[in-house]
């Protein structure tokens, strides 16, 4: 193209400049800026001994008539009114859900790059994404500030004030961490809770935000005191303080919730061990039940073929005269079989009832599907928490929930759902640890938490999908197509396999061991003998400079303090 564009080596040479830097910049690039090193590359390229001047270039008409066939060569458009909307278009729309404004930024470019049109100069994008992500806090605040009302107003306006005879307003005190989440700090956890709950109102406006935003709204008010905040325009400082709020409360039931698994997790590790303290124990017991039992079936081999009277005097002789003892015996054995710990969990949980029921006290436990069977048996417990009675009436419960290993400590007789009653200690701890495992796993939320949240509101709503899935799978090289998706990540699948396959017999670091691979830690490179010496050198040569020193240099030379603002941005 090169060759049918431009004429003479100095023309031409200058349309590749301008042609390869647009392809790699998205711009079209004043070539004398352009470094000296890739000019002599290109001359290369269309064998010339030396490069010529390119000089007068940037200000002749040929550049623009060059410009012009580039375009029109690459189907790229001027920067035009159209593009600019286009730009203010995608910041805006990446401002909803990003707020680092370079994440935005790029989005602009982008869309600018897929519409195929020219990149103006980086303070024109900076600018309108600026401007946009401007905007859009702007809207932010005005929903969060309206919804709020006057009663929510006056809240904050109360948290903000400095009273007669205080130095700090609570908006100091807000900020204060009551510690780690501890069993010991329960007592400073919840009452933060409940202090932050009399300020906290669930704004759906909050609600709807990106995380992203959400915690960014906090961190900027969690970093201005009083007099900061009160200077903040109004609908602003709002925000800020309801975003703060909100993700206090969150971290807070976030703490609780923790403290409650890690109880729990405490006392079944005890159960355990227990279990092992019991087993030894009773191991001269068990190795009689065992001996028993083998001489009761020596008994019967050997008495085969003989009478049933004769065969059944030889086992009774077997089973010696404690045979009601030895009965008790294996079932108190059969207990525990399985690794079945649940009848020792009772002895460690009744010390810490009143914690765990503070916490339950202070946490709201949501179900995260259709089955609400947990829920009725946390409030089950709730309301029998001060009974004295051994047993309870279960009827109307759904306890499909509960497994074999607890149904042999809650039935009376050992057995399965035997007469619609539970025991009361250990059906108790059976919820609890229900309550560990569901939230864990996620099967149970605790609402306006951060780490225990709802995952499901988390997720892509299928509007969104369908909105975006397009866009999305045109950038990433997809198919929206569900048939051609599977196709191709099948045949994808199948080649990393093959490739897997076929270098197996060189990968020293991997082995097949009773059917399963096993990956092992490569060889550490050995280190140059060299290093320690080279590094010494090194260290001998550096002069010693004040930080300071470096600082104020690098400001001289950079002046990287104006970068330098508010987390809100300019």
């Known amino acids: 193209m090169a060759l049918g564009s431009a004429s003479g080596n100095t023309g031409r040479l200058s349309f590749l400049v301008l042609l390869k830097t647009f392809q790699r910049l998205g711009y079209f690039e004043m070539v004398s800026d352009v470094p000296e090193r890739i000019v002599a590359h290109l001359a290369r390229q269309l064998n010339l001994r030396k490069s010529p001047s390119l000089a007068e270039y940037d200000d002749s008409g040929t550049r623009r008539r060059h410009v012009a066939s580039i375009r029109e060569f690459l189907q790229v458009k001027a920067f035009d009114e159209t593009a ?81 005879g205080k130095i700090r307003s609570e908006w100091d005190s807000l900020k204060n961490e009551p510690g780690k989440p501890t069993v010991k700090n329960i007592g400073k956890l919840v009452n933060q809770l409940e202090w932050l709950k009399k300020w906290y109102l669930d704004l759906t406006a909050l609600g709807n935000l990106p995380d992203v935003k959400l915690r960014h709204f906090a961190a900027e008010a969690k970093s201005l005191d009083t007099a900061r905040m009160q200077e903040l325009e109004e609908t602003k400082r709002f925000t800020l303080a309801s975003a703060l709020l909100k993700m206090l409360v969150s971290r807070r039931l976030d703490d609780l919730a923790e403290v409650l698994i890690r109880r729990i997790q405490k006392i079944h590790t005890k159960g355990k061990e227990a279990l092992a303290e019991h087993r030894a124990k009773h191991q001269a017991e068990t190795d009689a039940l065992i001996g028993k039992l083998h001489n009761i079936l020596v008994a019967l081999r050997d008495s085969d073929g003989s009478r049933a009277r004769q065969r059944l005097e030889a086992v009774e002789n077997a089973a010696g005269a404690d045979t009601e003892e030895s009965i008790q015996r294996c079932e108190a054995h059969e207990a525990f079989a399985g690794d079945n710990y649940a009848p020792f969990l009772w002895r460690f949980h009744k010390g810490h009832r009143t914690v765990l029921f503070r916490l339950l006290d202070n946490i709201e436990l949501k179900s995260t599907s259709s089955d609400k069977s947990t829920e009725a048996a946390i409030q089950f417990i709730l309301e029998h928490r001060s009974s004295k009675a051994d047993r309870l009436s279960a009827e109307g419960l759904d306890l499909s929930w509960v497994s074999g290993k607890w149904w042999r400590v809650l039935s009376e007789r050992q057995k399965e759902k035997n007469d619609g009653t539970v025991d009361r200690r250990h059906f108790e701890v059976c919820v609890f640890s229900q309550i560990m495992h569901e939230l864990k796993s996620g099967d149970l939320c605790i609402p306006g938490s951060d780490q225990y949240s709802d995952y499901a509101e988390q997720l892509v709503s299928w509007s969104e999908y369908n909105k975006t899935i397009g866009q999305y799978c045109e950038q990433a090289g997809l198919s ?47 280190e140059s003998p060299q290093l320690a010496k080279l590094e010494q050198l090194i260290s001998e040569k550096l002069e010693h400079v004040s930080i300071l020193d470096v600082l104020a240099d690098s400001e001289y030379w950079l002046n990287w303090t104006r970068l330098l603002g508010p987390l809100s941005g300019p």
């Open 84 to 164: 600019r909307k286009a730009l203010l278009d995608a910041t805006r729309e990446a401002a909803l859900t990003k707020e680092d404004l370079a994440d935005i930024i790029n989005v602009g470019i982008e869309e600018l790059v897929r519409l195929r049109f020219e990149l103006p100069a980086f303070s024109t994008i900076h600018r309108t994404a600026q401007y946009a992500k401007t905007q859009v806090n702007k809207q932010i605040y005005g929903q969060v500030t309206a919804e709020l009302g006057s009663r929510g107003r006056e809240l904050i306006n109360a948290l903000l004030k400095v009273h007669p």
């Open 480 to 526: 929206p197509d569900s048939g051609q998706f599977i196709t191709a990540l099948k045949h994808q699948l199948a080649s990393i396999a093959e490739a897997v396959d076929k270098d197996f017999p060189e990968n020293s670091s991997l082995r097949i061991e009773n059917g399963e691979p096993i990956l092992t830690k490569g060889t550490k490179k050995q």
